[in-house]
T-cell receptor, first 111, second 113 residues
Framework: QQKVQQSPESLIVPEGAMTSLNCTFS??????FAWYRQHSGKAPKALMS????GEKEEGRFTIHLNKASLHFSLHIRDSQPSDSALYLC???????????FGSGTQLTVMP | DMKVTQMPRYLIKRMGENVLLECGQD?????MYWYRQDPGLGLQLIYI???????SEGDIPKGYRVSRKKREHFSLILDSAKTNQTSVYFC????????????FGPGTRLTVL
């Protein structure tokens, strides 16, 4: 069964920094990859998703996907205090509709 | 206004009592989900529903059952709740099955004493 692992568990960065969050997955046939963000006490909300190798940029956020190394990442440019949240990555296998979530990275951006 | 709602938001029950958590969505989404979230474990899928009366087990279905009689409404039932079912429960919906954005409700914090 698909396993998704995130690193680091927690991260503290200064305002304006570039933040990088990592995710590895176990199923090489995985087809769909996504990042969700969850502010404290709130519902998770989708940030970005990607299907094929490469990168995808939306505003300050960029996803990198490398299927060969079973790795994808989220990069946040010019991090803001409002970016402080739990970031969850997720991957889905080709034979399943189910998204498997990682355990999350708790990001704190210090003003 | 696209929305997923959950009731109740907070619930305290005693071990052995029955629990009903309710979820609604106004987006006519086909697929709905129930997850639980515990510290350090991320979101774990309990059940997925592909449409009315078309439900499948997720990773941790034991101790739970679901009901979906209308497309916009999905219920999670705990028969004889256990203390290890204390958690935050999230309902979500998506337009179709898994490879599309999931919209989450605000969550229900359940405590079983």
């Amino acid at each position: 069964q698909q396993k998704v692992q995130q690193s680091p568990e927690s991260l503290i960065v200064p305002e304006g920094a570039m933040t990088s969050l990592n995710c590895t997955f176990s199923d090489s046939a995985s087809q769909y990859f996504a990042w969700y963000r969850q502010h404290s006490g709130k519902a998770p909300k989708a940030l970005m998703s990607i299907f094929s190798n490469g990168e995808k940029e939306e505003g300050r956020f960029t996803i990198h996907l490398n299927k060969a190394s079973l790795h994808f990442s989220l990069h946040i440019r010019d991090s803001q205090p409002s970016d402080s949240a739990l970031y969850l990555c997720a991957a889905a296998s080709s034979g399943s509709w189910q998204l498997i979530f990682g355990s999350g990275t708790q990001l704190t951006v210090m003003p | 206004d696209m929305k997923v709602t959950q009731m109740p938001r907070y619930l305290i029950k005693r071990m052995g009592e029955n629990v009903l958590l309710e979820c609604g969505q106004d987006m006519s989404h086909e697929t709905m989900y129930w997850y639980r979230q515990d510290p350090g474990l991320g979101l774990q899928l309990i059940y997925i529903s592909y449409d009315v009366d078309s439900n499948s087990e997720g990773d941790i279905p034991k101790g739970y059952r679901v009901s979906r009689k209308k497309r916009e409404h999905f219920s999670l039932i705990l028969d004889s709740a256990k203390t290890n079912q204390t958690s935050v429960y999230f309902c979500a919906s998506s337009l179709t099955g898994g490879w599309t954005e999931q919209f989450f409700g605000p969550g229900t914090r359940l405590t079983v004493l």
